[in-house]
């Protein structure tokens, strides 16, 4: 299928010329405006994979794999940070601590008043406020748990990338697949299947799921039934964070692309930012209406208003 590609945004190149970059702060961290977006620089992440708007503090949690991503080293940490790129507390949870458990933090999710973070092949679940361990749930067979998104009850849905150590990187596994998971360590397996193309990014909407992919660039939809439905496939691929707006179309991120995509609602794809190296999970802040990048080998993470 022909995709019509409409660029409502200019390139980050031309965007340079037109809008200087501004300099919001100093010191420490940087912190710049480039053609509407705030990047946030030099605070201290190590691998940003995910970021969560919490409305309840108005700060953003940013999850930090530092270092491998499939190594079990005890040395994530989640990073608090406020809406203007200052750090509250570099390692609000921090995997190095006696009372924590967590090696290579990816997708996060507050729902139910928790925090529930995927690690490796385990989910962390921290309260919140407090940011105390609750619990630490082994996902048996799974090797790469990834995207997460807030189910429709007191459980949360999760996506196994298919990931395991290769030769100098990372091989296939076939563990694609995704779970429901409830914070009393119960979980459930939805579909297993290693045609699904490395499942990343997810979504639910009531019993009905929106998934894309890292490995086949797919984007698809899952039923009640658990049956695949294709959705249209962005030019790139490498898709990793999903967001779904208000009036219905989708945001998604692309490795492949260093771009943001829109799906709109007549099935065309638009490219909303470009320019994002390695753009990962995406966050959304309900109150600045600003979605929020985490750019993974640059440590870095772009605010972008819509």
Not at 215 to 236: C, F, L, Q, W
Not at 257 to 282: E, R
């Amino acid at each position: 299928m022909n995709l019509q590609i409409k660029r409502f945004l200019i390139s980050a190149t031309l965007s340079t010329f037109l809008y200087p970059a501004i300099s919001l702060a100093a010191d420490a961290k940087t912190v710049k405006m480039v053609a509407k977006r705030i990047i946030i620089d030099n605070v201290g992440l190590m691998t940003p994979e995910s970021i969560e708007y919490y409305a309840a503090e108005d700060v953003y949690l940013v999850s930090n794999i530092n270092g491998n991503a499939l190594a079990a080293e005890g040395n994530g940490f989640i990073s608090k940070i406020r809406p203007d790129g200052s750090v509250v507390k570099l390692k609000w949870i921090d995997g190095t601590q006696n009372n924590v458990h967590l090696n290579a933090p990816k997708g996060i999710e507050i729902h139910h008043g928790n925090l529930y973070v995927t690690d490796i092949n385990q989910i962390q679940i921290f309260a919140l406020p407090s940011g105390k361990q609750k619990a630490s749930i082994n996902i048996k067979g799974s090797t790469f748990l990834n995207g997460i998104t807030s189910g429709n009850g007191n459980f949360v849905y999760v996506t196994d990338s298919d990931l395991t150590a290769g030769k100098g990187s990372y091989a296939s596994s076939g563990s694609d697949a995704i779970y429901k998971v409830w914070p009393n360590g119960k979980y459930e397996l939805i579909i297993q299947d290693k045609n699904m193309g490395r499942p990343n990014g997810i979504i639910a909407s009531g019993k009905e799921l929106t998934v894309v992919s890292f490995g086949s660039g797919e984007v698809y939809r899952i039923d009640a039934n658990n049956k695949r439905h294709a959705m249209p496939t962005p030019p790139k691929g490498g898709l990793d964070g999903l967001l779904k707006l208000d009036d219905g179309r989708l945001l998604i991120s692309s490795w492949g692309a260093s771009a943001l995509y829109v799906l709109n609602n007549d099935n065309t794809y638009s490219i909303l930012a470009d320019s994002l190296d390695a753009p990962a999970d995406l966050g959304f802040d309900t109150k600045r209406q600003r979605v929020l990048i985490p750019l993974f080998k640059l440590n870095k993470l772009v605010f972008l208003p819509l």
